[in-house]
């Protein structure tokens, strides 16, 4: 195998959390408690970011809400929205373009929502479920029909739910869901040398 090729294994030891997280679009009918939602939000709460900004905002709904979450499931593609309206909980992720403190541009805010974004999967994964991030959505319809302000940028889409049968999903979904995990190696994206 080449240093540069893909693998499903892990080479050295991570932790559980980061080892069990998968991107799944099969999701169990099942609600997602009102307190597990304000875990995966207070997960948030405490990521790092450039001079503790904070610069994230979230939108989320739960099939309960059967205005907004359709108003959320409308702005993803035809690709992922055949699976996400399954999932019991959309998000919306969005970052604050300017600092609060001086009102000037905020470039690292969308580099800090990521990292947001990251700290609530893991702690999906903590309380048993499982998020899939999504692009493939309207970003102009959402800043439409989701009133967002001008002073915030959209990010991803996130599906999270408890993870359900990949049976359950059409083929060629079934298929993709149940591929291992790949990943390339450390020594493709990684140096003490330099470039």
């Known amino acids: 195998m ?3 090729e893909p693998s499903s294994s892990i080479h050295y030891p991570v932790a ?13 009918n099942r609600p997602i408690e009102q307190v597990k939602i304000n875990s995966l939000f207070e997960a948030v709460r405490w990521a790092p970011s450039s001079s503790n ?28 929205r055949i699976w996400a309206t399954q999932a019991p909980l959309l998000v919306v992720s969005l970052a604050r373009k300017f600092f609060k403190k001086n009102e000037k541009p905020n470039s690292h ?9 990251s700290f609530l999967a893991l702690q999906a994964v903590h309380l048993g479920l499982q998020v899939r991030q999504m692009a ?4 102009a ?21 408890y993870p359900g049968d990949p049976a359950a999903l059409p083929e060629s979904l079934m298929e993709r869901e149940l591929k291992p995990r790949e990943r390339f190696p450390q020594d493709s994206f990684v140096s003490n040398k330099g470039f």
């Open 136 to 139: 493939g959505y309207n970003k």
């Open 53 to 80: 900004e904070q610069p994230w905002f979230y939108i989320y709904a739960t099939p309960d809400q059967p205005e907004l979450y359709k108003k959320i499931s409308d702005l993803l593609n035809e690709g992922n």
């Open 109 to 117: 805010a969308l580099y800090d929502l990521g990292g947001a974004n």
């Open 16 to 28: 559980e959390l980061i080892s069990e997280r998968k991107s799944v679009r099969a999701y169990l």
């Open 2 to 4: 080449s240093h540069s």
């Open 141 to 161: 319809q959402a800043i439409e029909v989701l009133n967002i302000p001008d002073t915030f940028e959209p990010g991803v889409i996130i599906a999270i739910g």
